[in-house]
């Protein structure tokens, strides 16, 4: 088998949802983020684990994606859909029971006239600048909203990965002005804005990044596990090179492993000569460029031959790969790519 293979620990994942909810209050309930294909490991079977670790709540980003989430759920779990009502979606929202975040005066006339009385919530901006009502369009906006009962009011923090960011403590002061008062339920809180602390709580955490192993969370557990297989080996003498551009020369005897995986795995090109990969704990760095489906390491630490090497689990973490790439946990988990074999471990009740 020459592909990688990806392994992702349902019950690390379960175990890192439960954890970030016992760092809510006890009314505090915690949702789950399954946007992205569950961050690229997987949605539905993502959900379905957390769905037995107790989350009752789902958020995807589109509403294409909530049609597919809904399938493996079955009905039962509430789905919300962050991008809102776009024209084109009113079948799939309501036959499979989606819950936009209405975002704009807009979308909610879209909503209100193709479903009425179907559920919704509402999506503010506090200083984001991204999706939801401003201020001044919630202020005109709240009483046509409010009498139709939203289900849940949001917003979302820009800097919440920085707890001394001033922007914090302003999005929750605009957050309170917009929505102190209304007996809906309130949610302001990702991954990051639940570790600032119970004045970010509200009603509902929403995490993503943290149940898959990623920071700000520190204490999570990894999730994806990735070894690729070592395809051949070979000897380097004293300035020879390796990889396209011959960007890296050795200055003495050397031996690299060729594994299969590259940038079209996921495994960006910005890992060239940067990151590492591990046998059995002992790390061994990337020497020339990734190429698209190949990337060569230096073994000649080694006193042995590996059949494969790991580049993700418990020896570097996906913020460990990221930040020797220049980039976040994030995109390396939703940027693994589709020749990986998939195996999940655990999950079963
Ligand atoms: C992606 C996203 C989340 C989850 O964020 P994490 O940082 O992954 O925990 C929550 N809310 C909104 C609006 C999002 O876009």
């Given at each position: 088998m020459a592909t990688g293979s990806l392994s992702i620990d349902l019950d690390a994942l379960m175990r890192n949802w439960q954890a970030l909810n016992k760092a809510t209050g006890e009314n505090v309930e915690t949702a789950a983020v399954v946007k992205a294909d569950g961050y690229g490991l997987g949605a539905g079977r993502a959900a379905r684990a957390l769905a037995r670790a107790g989350a009752r709540r789902f958020f995807v980003a589109v509403a294409e994606e909530g049609a597919a989430l809904r399938e493996v759920l079955g009905r039962g779990p509430e789905i919300y859909v962050f991008g809102g009502h776009m024209p084109g979606d009113t079948d799939m929202i309501n036959d499979l029971d989606l819950i936009p975040m209405l975002n704009s005066l807009n979308q909610l006339t879209r909503h209100f006239e193709a479903l009425p009385g179907a559920p919704f919530g509402i999506q503010l901006d506090?200083?984001?600048?991204?999706?939801g009502m401003e201020p001044s369009e919630w202020a005109a906006v709240a009483e046509i909203a409010l009498p139709a009962g939203p289900k849940l009011i949001m917003s979302h923090l820009a800097c919440a990965d920085e707890p001394d960011h001033p922007q914090n403590a302003q999005q929750l002061a605009t957050f309170r002005e917009m929505t102190d008062g209304i007996d809906v339920p309130r949610s302001l809180s990702a991954t990051g804005g639940i570790l600032l602390g119970p004045d970010y709580h509200f009603d509902l955490t929403r995490p993503g990044i943290g149940l898959y192993g990623g920071m700000p969370f520190e204490n999570a557990e990894p999730v994806a596990h990735l070894s690729l297989p070592v395809i051949q080996t070979r000897e380097l003498e004293p300035g020879e090179s390796a990889g396209y551009g011959a960007s890296w020369v050795t200055d003495k005897p050397a031996v690299l492993a060729t594994v299969a995986g590259g940038y079209a795995d996921g495994l960006i090109r910005a890992m060239s000569n940067k990151a590492m990969l591990f046998f059995e704990g002992t790390p061994c760095p990337i020497v020339g460029r990734v190429s698209m489906d190949l990337i060569t390491v230096d073994i000649t630490h080694l006193n042995t031959t590996p059949k494969s090497l790991d580049i993700l689990g418990v020896d570097q973490s996906v913020d460990d790969l990221a930040d020797a790439a220049g980039t976040i946990g994030y995109e390396i988990l939703t940027s693994l790519g589709s020749r990986y074999k998939r195996r999940y471990a655990g999950g079963v009740s």
């Open positions: 506090t200083g984001m600048n991204r999706l």
